[in-house]
């Protein structure tokens, strides 16, 4: 099976989009699979364009993301167009609707991503006060989009939810396929075993690991680790991604370790040490997609306290690697399920090992490859 892979940007480098593109694309590879990337894309742009997205931003006071505009969406069609012209690929696979929607050719079309724009709009930063122009474009793209593809995927129900809550599309179409970890490392449940023996028992270390303080929760973090302190456990909250300069006015308890570069071998040597010291990874997040920090987790044994909002609970299973709160729930019930599970140290080391065996066995890109693989095989 040959794979024609598209993406806007180059998905070769692990640096774009957070790796994830370059993961996806690893993920579909095997000895019996080719893939030849079409990426990046030449983005259009024009005076006319501009001015719209100026307009709506300065005048209105509103959200027009002009980069989402049939004019943009129709060159990138064009240039894949081209593209397949001079592969032999056999099926088209991209991580986003955008460059798929205006997308002519004989070869079955097929895209994997975490949302649907109209989940995206009031729910996401940046998809407030949107213009109603702008929401109506976006969603003649996504449904475009849906009526040209063979197979829509989508890493959590949440997203498989609103695709058919708000667009015409048959249900046979829609599969969910988790993403995994991007993490490189494989651990075997020996050396996992040793990572959650040696963690401390006269402390709960909490790591807060996201760039978007606010986004993902961490004041109420903070709270929950000051709750914890309050009765009697020695708490720390490592924060990795907001810069240092940031976080203004914390508790002693707060440790901030800034941004860490994955990429350099000393950033992810950094950032797996933290992650095999702690207990919890603490990401009370009020509004995610899905969460692909929660699989990391698991990788190395670590439970994740998060918020059940979006595509969090495909991620999170409550009890088996986790447990992910109601929206508005007080930082009084993370803090007391976490009292819970330190006073009962046996059961949480329980819980630990069965957030690894949820990673091995279902939060993995080798899971989560075969399964798409399978896919994209029953379309061809």
Known sequence: MNIAYVTTYDASDITNWSGLGYYIAESLKDKSTTLEYLGPLSHYDSIFLRMKRRYYRYILKQGFESGRHPLVAKGYAGQVSDMLKQTRADIVVSPGTFPIAYLKCKQPIVFWADATFAGLVNFYPGYYNFSREGIRIGNELEQLALDNCRLALFSSDWAAKTALEHYS??????????FGANVSNRRSLKEVEAIITSRPTDKCKLLFLGYDWKRKG????????????????????HVVGPESGALESLPSFVIPHGRIDKLTSAGRNKIESLLAESHFLILPTRAECYGIVFAEAGSFGVPSITTNVGGVSTAIKNGVNGWAFNIDSEPSEYSSYIFRLMSNYVQYKELAISAFNDYTQRLNWDVAGNRVRDLLKSVL
């Open 169 to 178: 599309v048959a249900s046979s179409k829609i599969h969910v396929v988790p």
């Open 218 to 237: 961490g004041d109420i973090a903070v709270e929950i680790a000051s709750q914890l302190d309050r009765k009697g456990i020695n708490a720390e909250l």
